[in-house]
């Protein structure tokens, strides 16, 4: 990149656990919301922009290219076109890269960037027999023929297809993504105790930071549609009373039988939204604007599906290289927690001089994160993981968490399913 | 000749084409139905017309109705029948024309306009939103003169015709297609063409039996009046619908249901001059001049600007709302929903969340009665954003502040937010009483600052009070009015003063209800007397509506404005001291509120300094009541507190409910008689109170025989 890339502010809803609170607004609402927000908090208004990029995962089916819907419903102007990327959990994080490269092509000045999901809304559809029979049924034109085709239906038709289940599980390895997890944990030798301290860390770190007030500079409160019987203030995923010994207790949820993979050591299925607002360093400074930060640098690598989890390692290195720095130029690192198990594996990879030369044809380890840096607010396990939307949360959490330290320099990175990974490295000054 | 028709003829098509020189609108004045006369005659004779099409010229207009000024020129019975039954067998002539006659509607045919298209053999409309056919009459006291009340029930059936007169409401050309009202509903865009279309179709003898077949098909339920009780049944469901919504106190809609149903037992001729007899009966009448005033009015009011010609009004997109309350949700329900953006500022989210709460509602209300789509309402909802800081308040056009009632408060709001604005961005004040230049005094700009009174409920009360203090701007003014217009209010500027207009002259209205209760008068007795009146709810109830705290503080602030004249009953104030008495929002006042019932609460006595008690008359209720207002309306006029008389009684309408059939307190006192008035002044000024004592704009005008509205 020849020129940094400002992000003038960041703003995201409250992460909110699937099936509660948010459960019935939509991923357009909660774009749309943080979208308008982040308009109105820089002062840029929506006739300055050029494009509105969205990340977004499941891609609900009543609003087909969600960004173009958010904008609209976000009061900007008509003229302003939109389109939504998608790159799996680095939807959010592509939102941003893209309108780097949009703007440094010089095919745009001002882009709104963000990511939404909702994970609450993600459909049950019906299975193969039961939409077979509907075809039928329409088909039928005599009384006879509807009854006959009214005759094959059978309760099994009626077993519904989970959208969730079958959007997480990989269709080339045929894993779900737990059961990624789980190869990474053995193939680490990431204990079940390790896993599950590293959660509780995770959640104990989360809850200083809300108390301390620290998330509050980056969430909006939110007015729950429909009927507005409650303000979301802040995260509802990280647990005060949460201890080992209760996490210790939960079952293995992937691999049942020999796992360590449970629900309290893997990041939550999660609703929420995120929005930044990116230029040219150069136009930033032209508007006499104060950015939140700069994008450095970025990149993404492709490994092996089953091995999604350390998609991290292999962006860190791409971006290092591009960069020509170095990981002991990092202030700070967030990885996205999809599990704890695969946040851990990549702290081993990373300082592994053996991985480093079988995987990414380096002679030395990338090098060790303290972890005093890696996500000193806690990560996904405890504030959860909405899909589409984690990437600008991280690159929107190391930014403020720089500025609050005095510091100037930052490493985001996330594991992506399918097979690759994503990284930034973000700076304030 | 030939000022408003044109005939020419192509292929055998007549097109008669309705032109009004000079007007936006066709109108059936009585020079134009003259005309309309002689090319009818003319295109009789026409040896090559084989059918004849009525047609507009105008863009979205059929014919939009009969002249108003002309019916508010009918002063006797006699003149009205006259005026009815000429305009009938203009009418007729079309009705017993030879060839087939075709109304091509095209826009709004309303009133004359649809009765010109019923005397046609066939009529075609479009599926244009702007077509719409009705007779809108009863709106104006009147009835339709013209056949309305003949040819439609014949037409469509008394069940779905009865209805649409009684209302005065309008159908659009897909459901007038499928009443059987339209033979054809067609495409706007291809409008002309397809005309032709049916001209052919209906060149043919097979062709119109074939279209005649098929509109009484449409028609349904027709059988009901050939019971033999049938149609005594439908006009006294009509009756009973009528005084549900009326409370009676309009005589046009029972006059309307009479000549509908008598009519239809009479051949279509004397159905006719039978019509033509029932329109006499209501036109001059002075309920019917007032409504028509009362339309006038609101005509003049559509250009209305509030500031001299060449003060521009800025155009508004973005805008801010300080105080999450519930005129605060109100206010910002409604610039959302006019595709305004509005950002909320309140000192905590539990807060914000309730404007919220009031707007959704307001949504959630229009889309469940089909007044807006689920994609508007939710556009709309996301038109708000929301803040504890002034975030977002930098590109305002306008925020409006909605803060509580306190002088002091306001002051220190609007010296904070008038740092976190563009300059040239205007601040409103909703409020209700305070004075705008006094709020104004510690501002730097107080050029862009001005009054801008929503009425409560702000989704249904019309009027918006704009008051500019001593150092507002002319542009001020104007971008205001205009905002008001956009938000499809009437916006009168008033001048600033306690209490402004409307609550100057209510809340005494609501005070002197208690000084009844201490003279002996009873709750429901009191509310009784002025629901007759016609005010939609009695001084009481309304008191209990807006909330007992809000109209006592209100009162004080009146009273310390206008001194002894305006003191607020005793018995008012020791009711207010009661925490649980604030009306229906703690579900106890002057009533107990259960869900909408309500019945007088029996503790009001034990607060009531009762003075001796007497018999007290309703006349002397219902004039101590009204008049107590007219004698403050006299001298708000006076002192030019609003611009004319005219404006006083429609900003009564629609901020006060004031019954439209008596158009207005300035319109009532004139029909009075001013010197009745000032003579019930002087003796209820000895017997209830010197606030009674006659003003002094009264008396002058009794000296000089003058009315207000002269």
């Known amino acids: ?429 | 000749m030939a000022h408003y028709f044109s005939l020419s003829i192509e292929h055998g098509i007549g097109w008669l084409t309705f032109d009004c020189p000079g007007e936006k609108i066709n109108k059936l004045s009585a020079s134009a139905l003259a005309e309309l006369s002689e090319m009818i005659a003319q295109a009789k004779t026409a040896s090559d017309l084989q059918v004849l099409v009525i047609v507009s010229a105008k863009t979205d207009i059929f014919v939009a109705g009969a002249d108003i000024a002309e019916i508010q020129n009918i002063d006797t019975p006699e003149d009205g029948y006259a005026k009815a039954r000429s305009g009938q067998s203009i009418f007729d002539q079309l009705a017993s024309f030879p060839m087939p006659t075709i109304a091509a509607i095209d826009g709004a045919a309303l009133g004359g306009g649809l009765e010109l298209a019923l005397a046609c053999l066939f009529r075609v409309v479009s599926d244009n939103p702007k077509t719409q056919l009705g007779l809108p009459e009863v709106n104006l006291g009147i009835i339709p003169g013209f056949g309305g009340t003949q040819r439609l029930p014949r037409l469509i059936g008394v069940q779905a015709a009865l209805p649409m007169i009684i209302s005065g409401g309008s159908v659009d050309g897909n459901k007038a297609e499928k009443l059987g009202l339209a033979d054809r509903c067609v495409s706007s865009a291809f409008f002309r063409s397809e005309v032709v279309r049916f001209c052919k179709e209906c060149g043919s003898d097979e062709g119109r039996q074939r279209i005649l077949a098929r509109r009484q098909s449409n028609v349904k339920g027709q059988w009901v009046e050939a019971l033999p009780f049938g149609l005594a049944m439908v006009a006294s469901t009509a009756r009973r619908a009528v005084i549900l919504k009326t409370h009676g106190h309009y005589p046009a809609p029972f006059v309307a249901i009479r000549s509908v149903v008598e009519g239809l037992k009479l051949s279509l001729a004397d159905g006719l001059d039978q019509e033509a007899h029932r329109f006499s009966e209501l036109v001059g009448t002075p309920i019917s001049k007032n409504l028509i005033a009362l339309f006038f009015i609101q005509e003049e009011l559509k250009k209305y600007t509030g500031v001299p010609a060449g003060v521009l009004a800025r155009p508004v997109r973005h805008s801010g709302v300080i105080g999450a309350g519930l005129m605060g949700g109100g206010i910002a329900w409604l610039l959302s929903s006019k595709g305004i953006a509005v950002r909320i500022k309140d000192v905590n989210w539990n807060a914000i969340n309730l404007a919220y709460q009031s707007a959704s509602k307001i949504y959630a209300k229009l889309v469940e009665n089909r007044k807006m789509t689920r994609c508007e309402s939710q556009l709309g909802l996301n038109g708000i954003s929301a803040t504890t800081d002034y975030s977002g308040f930098g590109t305002a056009e306008v925020v409006i502040e909605a803060v509580v009632e306190n002088m002091e408060i306001k002051k220190k709001v609007l010296g904070e937010l008038e740092t976190h604005l563009r300059e040239d961005a205007v601040i409103a004040s909703n409020t209700s009483s305070l004075s705008v230049t006094e709020m104004a005094s510690g501002l730097t700009h107080p050029e862009r600052f001005v009054g801008m009174h929503f009425f409560s409920p702000v989704n249904r009360m019309p009027l918006v009070e704009i008051v500019p203090g001593e150092k507002t701007s002319p542009e001020t003014i104007a971008t205001v009015v205009q905002l008001a217009k956009t938000l499809k209010k009437t916006p009168i500027v008033v001048k600033n003063g306690p209490g402004f207009l409307v609550n100057r002259i209510l809340i005494p209205y609501v005070n002197e209800a208690v000084w009844l209760l201490e003279d002996g008068a009873e709750i429901a007795d009191i509310d009784r007397i002025m629901e007759g009146f016609g005010m939609p709810l009695g001084p009481l109830a309304l008191a209990d509506e807006v909330g007992l705290d809000v109209g006592y503080k209100v009162a004080k602030i009146l009273e310390a404005g206008f001194g002894e004249r305006m003191a607020v009953a005793p018995s008012f104030d020791r009711i207010h001291q009661k925490d649980d008495l604030k009306g229906k929002k703690s579900g106890k006042g002057f009533y107990i509120h259960e869900g909408i019932a309500k019945k007088p609460n029996p503790d009001i006595a034990t607060l009531i300094y009762r003075g001796d008690d007497h018999a007290i008359s309703s006349e002397d209720i219902l004039d101590r009541l009204v008049l107590i207002m007219i004698n403050e309306a006299s001298r708000c006029i006076a002192e030019g507190v609003v611009e004319k008389p005219e404006y006083l009684d429609i900003a009564m309408v629609m901020g006060a409910g004031f019954p439209p059939f008596r158009l207005g307190l300035c319109r009532y006192a004139d029909q009075r008689g001013i010197s009745e008035i000032v003579g019930r002044l002087d003796t209820l000024s000895k017997t209830a109170g010197t606030r009674f004592v006659p003003s002094n704009a009264l008396v002058q005008m009794t000296k000089v025989s003058s009315t207000f509205y002269s």
Do not use: W
């Not at chain 1, 607004?25 to 494009?51: F, M």
């Open chain 1, 1 to 429: 990149m020849n020129e940094r890339i400002a992000i003038i502010d960041g703003i995201r809803t409250p992460f909110c656990k699937a099936g509660g609170q948010l459960r019935e607004v939509s991923a357009d609402h909660l774009g749309a919301v943080v979208a308008r927000e982040i308009i109105a908090r820089t002062g840029i208004s929506g006739e300055q922009l050029d494009e509105v990029i969205f990340g977004n995962v499941s891609q609900p089916s009543n609003a087909a290219n969600i960004a173009r819907v958010i904008g609209l419903r976000a009061g900007v102007p008509q003229r302003v076109p939109a389109y939504t990327v998608h790159r799996n959990c680095a939807s959010g994080m592509e939102s941003v890269t893209t309108a780097a490269n949009k703007i440094l092509a010089g095919e745009a000045d001002i882009i709104l960037s963000g990511g939404t999901e909702s994970m609450s809304n993600i459909p049950l559809m019906f299975n193969k027999k039961m939409v077979r029979f509907f075809e039928e049924l329409g088909k039928a034109k005599t009384t006879v023929q509807k009854v006959k085709v009214l005759l094959t239906f059978r309760l099994g038709h009626l077993a519904p297809v989970l959208g969730i289940v079958e959007g997480l599980t990989d269709p080339i390895c045929g894993l779900i993504m737990g059961l990624t997890a789980e190869k990474l944990s053995r193939e680490f030798g990431i204990s079940r105790q390790e896993q599950d301290q590293y959660a509780l860390a995770s959640h104990s770190k989360a809850l200083a930071a809300i108390q301390a007030g620290r998330f509050a500079e980056e969430i909006v409160p939110l007015p729950v549609p429909p009927q507005f019987k409650s303000v979301i203030i802040q995260d509802d995923g990280p647990r005060a009373n949460q201890t080992i010994e209760a996490l210790q207790k939960l079952k293995p949820y992937f691999d049942r039988k020999n796992g360590t993979v449970t629900v309290g050591n893997a990041c939550p299925l999660t609703d929420g939204a995120a929005a930044v607002i990116v230029m040219k360093e150069s136009k930033a400074k032209a508007l006499g604007l104060n950015p939140l930060g700069y994008l450095r640098g970025y990149g993404y690598a492709g490994l092996e599906p089953e091995r999604m989890g350390l998609g991290p390692i292999y962006a860190s290195a791409k971006v290092l290289e591009r960069t020509g720095l170095a990981v002991s130029d990092m202030d700070l690192f967030e990885i996205n927690e999809a599990f704890s198990a695969q946040v851990l594996a990549n702290l081993r990879a990373f300082e592994s001089t053996e991985f480093a030369s079988q995987k990414l044809g380096r002679s030395t380890a990338l090098g060790a994160i303290d972890p005093d840096k890696l996500n000193v607010n806690g990560g996904a396990v405890a504030l959860g993981h909405p899909v589409g939307t984690s990437g600008i949360r991280l690159i929107i959490t190391t930014l403020k968490e720089l500025r609050r330290r005095g510091k100037q320099r930052g490493l985001a990175s996330l594991c992506v399913g399918g097979g690759q990974g994503g990284a930034v490295i973000v700076e304030v000054e």
